[in-house]
């Protein structure tokens, strides 16, 4: 079991084989379950703590080990390992929200987490498959990333609102012309993508090159936060 933590093993990842199938099912069962059982689980204090405190500690173990797990192998370096991607950001507002409840990074979570980390589920960027180290992380870090975004909305009194909706991705195209402008060129990295696609076969392959591809990365960023926003919208009022 100890050659899982080595980077050199490690059966090739497959999409949507077995592991990638059943990791994808894992996710869904954990979004239904908090979508239908929101109300038993806000009103059920040691159940609640117990998922808050288990989603915090999956989030920053899956952090902490993973950097651990690149230094140890010798690969880790700035401009691959960083949290910087959204995916990352969103892991730490997470973190953060679910120990402070703070309404702004609830609303923050739920936009970039929620999406972001279901797209990279469905097209992995993973060299390794079960039981890799490299597997476990990246589906365990994702999926929660996930839940937690769903978690702190349904378990809590804040409101998505399409105001929250138009800051978040303000904040967003601020955050990506930092990354973009500044982060990417000094340490010749790809953060958020905004380098090049992914190696993965993505959507993103699907926006073009040049100008084009960045147009219609922030066309595709609004369309996902509207999209979520409409679906929390129409949810709710059902629930009224």
């Not at 239904?32 to 159940?47: E, P, W």
């Not at 902490?64 to 691959?80: H, R």
């Not at 994702?142 to 702190?152: A, E, G, K």
Request: hydrophobic fraction near 50%; proline fraction near 3%; glycine fraction near 6%.
């Amino acid at each position: 079991m100890t050659n899982i933590f080595l980077e050199k093993n490690g059966e090739p990842f497959t999409a949507f084989g077995t592991s990638h199938v059943i990791a994808l099912i894992i996710y869904l069962l954990g979004i239904v379950i908090f979508l239908s059982f929101s109300k038993k689980i806000f009103n059920h204090a040691t159940i609640y703590k117990t998922i808050r405190w288990s989603l915090f500690s999956l989030l920053v173990l899956s952090e902490v080990s993973y950097q651990t797990y690149t230094a140890l192998n010798g690969i880790w370096s700035l401009g691959e390992h960083m949290f910087l991607h959204l995916c990352g950001v969103a892991g730490i507002t997470g973190a953060i929200a679910l120990i402070y409840h703070n309404k702004k990074l609830i609303q923050i979570t739920f936009f970039i987490g929620l999406i972001p980390s279901f797209l990279a589920l469905v097209t992995p960027e993973l060299p390794y498959d079960f039981p890799h180290y490299r597997y476990l992380k990246f589906f365990i870090h994702h999926i929660t990333i996930s839940w937690t975004s769903v978690f702190l909305v349904v378990s809590s009194h804040v409101t998505i609102t399409f105001q929250s909706f138009l800051k978040t991705y303000g904040y967003l195209l601020i955050y990506a012309a930092l990354i973009g402008f500044l982060v990417n060129p000094l340490l010749d990295s790809n953060y958020l993508y905004l380098s090049h696609t992914p190696t993965a076969s993505t959507p993103l392959d699907l926006l073009g090159s040049g100008v084009w591809y960045y147009v219609n990365l922030c066309i595709l960023a609004f369309v996902v936060f509207l999209a979520q926003y409409l679906v929390y919208r129409a949810v709710t009022r059902d629930k009224k």
